[in-house]
């Protein structure tokens, strides 16, 4: 006799991350494809979106940390992921911290500074927590680009090749392993770390702060720690984009990132780890689909002829998408996969 559903009888049941074999199956497949498919089959330029997508994953678990589980807007990610990205140059450069070394502090300074600018979430909430969060990623941008003789102002900072316990790290190749490592890794602490009591106070909070406070949660501490994680996660990712540029300025780091991040997490789905990962997947595809089809746009001559501003494509397909996505499916594309999972979870007896 087959079973028709999951039955947990032991705790140890419920918080497996893998709850069937099925699931366990594919973990196996995709890590095998990633470990040795993917590096063999791609092309340097396909390993440089794969590692852009890991190091934007990275930053957006750390944001839907803090917007899908605990309920507080950030729109000052982008500048947290710029801070990890100086912060490591800084120790390299200046003190001559290895990789592994700097790559964590840089995340334990960047969810100083996130704590910091997440003090406002004591007393405010909602589109007044929006607009703190979005001042503190205009000041941080200023002090990136004026604060001259630490960050280098416009000039930027070269960081020394990257090396892992004396190896150095080569190419995009050497890259794609440690980026996915580290993914792995930080996306494994993010899966166990909303299973603790941190984390359930965290979607108490989001659910309810006043029947939270009511039940004993202290909600300003563990908002300030969801912050703190948060900017944490971008800061770690900061630091890998910082090390796989070898070069950094601070333009990158404006509120348009932070935005980007945004649309990730919406997309991929509020409340998600796996979710963080498609979000990332979805939009650094749609922001190389959109910059080939300019390419042959203006091939063609077809801007030039007909006097279209392109300048604003990308803004108004993300727009599109995100509006598309809260219409027709608000939980993401973590939502779709669930579904699609769900029909093979007892396969062949999916009933």
């Not at 440089?48 to 990610?77: K, R």
């Not at 390299?92 to 964590?104: E, N």
């Not at 990257?162 to 494994?188: C, E, H, T």
């Not at 006097?307 to 494509?313: F, K, Q, S």
Request: one cysteine or more; proline letters at 4%; a positive charge.
């Amino acid at each position: 006799m087959h079973p028709c559903g999951n039955f947990r009888e032991r705790y140890e049941q419920e918080i497996k991350v893998f709850s069937t074999d099925f699931g366990r199956l594919w973990a196996g497949v995709g890590f095998v494809l990633l470990l040795a498919v993917v590096p063999l089959l791609a092309t340097p330029y396909t390993l440089y979106i794969v590692n852009t997508i890991g190091i934007a994953a990275i930053a957006v678990i750390g944001l839907n940390i803090l917007i899908g589980f605990t309920g507080q807007i950030s729109l000052g990610h982008g500048a947290f992921f710029g801070v990890g990205a100086y912060a490591a140059a800084i120790l390299s450069t200046a003190l001559g911290l290895p990789l592994i070394v700097s790559v964590p502090a840089a995340g334990l300074i960047t969810a100083l500074i996130g704590m910091i600018f997440g003090i406002p979430s004591g007393r405010l909430k909602g589109l007044y927590l929006t607009i703190a969060t979005l001042a503190g990623q205009f000041i941080i941008e200023y002090v990136l680009i004026h604060w001259e003789s630490l960050t280098q102002g416009t000039m930027g900072i070269t960081l020394p090749p990257a090396r892992l316990l004396g190896l150095p790290i080569r190419g995009d190749l050497g890259f794609y392993y440690l980026i996915f490592a580290s993914l792995a890794g930080m996306g494994w602490i993010a899966v166990n770390l909303v299973r603790t009591r941190y984390g359930r106070a965290f979607i108490a909070i989001r659910d309810n702060d006043r029947a939270a406070e009511g039940m004993g949660i202290p909600i300003f501490r563990y908002k300030l720690l969801s912050f703190g994680i948060s900017s944490f996660y971008a800061g770690f990712a900061g630091a890998l984009w910082a090390y796989y540029m070898g070069s950094i300025t601070a333009e990158p780091f404006n509120l348009g990132l932070s935005v980007e991040y945004i649309a990730m997490v919406i997309i991929g789905g509020l409340g998600s780890i796996s979710g963080s990962i498609f979000g990332a997947v979805f939009i650094t595809l749609l922001n190389e689909g959109l910059r080939f089809m300019t390419g042959i746009l203006m091939n063609w001559g077809f801007i030039s002829q007909s006097g279209l501003n392109i300048a604003p494509l990308r803004e108004f397909v993300f727009g599109l998408a995100i509006v598309l996505f809260i219409l027709l499916e608000p939980r993401g594309l973590a939502e779709l996969w669930r579904i699609v999972r769900s029909n093979f979870r007892l396969w062949p007896f999916s009933y």
